[in-house]
């Protein structure tokens, strides 16, 4: 059975940063595309970085600078690191894994940047 499971969210003041983590269980996680997606209330979930099998990287633009995306196939793990958090960035966080017509995604990892 295959499980991504995010964590690292929490409630942050405007400038900070946080460091979320998905990891992964059931996967042959090396052989999987993983990106990152966002949801705000109530908004469409949105595209906001992904990390391929060979570590090409790509970026939302309006996330491009502050976010770091990363993954560690040893430990079946895919990161995010954000800085310079703004309001704006107040959503649910979402790990996803795709490889062909197989597509995963996480439960989400809620951010809050409030002063």
């Known amino acids: 059975q295959v499980e991504l499971k995010e964590s690292g969210g929490g409630l942050v003041q405007p400038g900070g940063s946080l460091r979320l983590s998905c990891k992964d269980s059931?996967?042959?996680?090396?052989?999987?595309?993983l990106a990152w997606y966002r949801q705000a209330p109530g908004k469409e979930r949105e595209w906001v970085a992904s990390?391929?099998?060979?570590?090409?990287?790509n970026y939302e633009p309006f996330v491009e600078g502050r976010f770091t995306i990363s993954r560690n196939n040893r430990e079946s793990t895919l990161y995010l690191q954000i800085d310079d958090l703004q309001p704006a960035d107040t959503a649910i966080y979402f790990c996803?894994?795709?490889?062909?017509?197989?597509?995963?995604w996480g439960q989400g990892t809620q951010v809050t940047v409030a002063p």
């Open positions: 990390i391929s099998m060979a570590h090409n990287v």
């Open positions: 996803h894994a795709q490889r062909g017509s197989r597509s995963f």
């Open positions: 059931g996967l042959t996680f090396s052989a999987y595309n």
